[in-house]
């Protein structure tokens, strides 16, 4: 059976949840009393957006309505918790309906600057996973800077676990 490019997208996606889960776990490694430092408060605000940033596609692709806001702040990790799961059921819902033809299709939408882009929807996939694994970079190096331990995201360590 051929991996289409959809496919790959949906297990790149559930590689996404499962280090999410990590980082969400490894926020909680950050001892209570360091909690109120800045770089844990990051942290929470770093994870917060990236599961925004995919709301907000969601939203741009017409499928979800808009996120109130691309930069939470004052969040808690049961917090994040709850958004990311919805958040991951409405991606679950949009990514069993994409087809390979669809990843090649163009479409527009308006920044949060109010410019005007045209682009394919694959490319916009693309970004979303780089986007998600260079913050989780961010919230790594802000919770050891808390004392707590960072979670191990390398998709090399997703990809050994898929062949065992």
Known sequence: MTDTMT??????FVYEKETNAKVLG???T???NRREEDPYREALELFGHMI??????LYRFG????????????TSIDD?????????????GYLATLTDSELSNCFEYQSTEGDK???KKEDILKQLSDHGRYHCGQIASRIKACGGTAATTDYVFFVRELVK
Request: with cysteine; charged share 25%; glycine share 0%.
């Open 7 to 12: 496919d790959r997208f949906c297990r790149w």
């Open 26 to 28: 490894s926020l909680a």
């Open 30 to 32: 950050v001892p209570e």
């Open 52 to 57: 925004a940033a995919r709301s907000f596609w």
């Open 63 to 74: 499928i979800a309505p808009q996120p109130e806001n691309l930069f939470p702040e004052e």
């Open 80 to 92: 994040l918790a709850a958004r990311a799961q919805t958040m991951y059921a409405a991606w679950d």
């Open 117 to 119: 882009y045209r682009n």
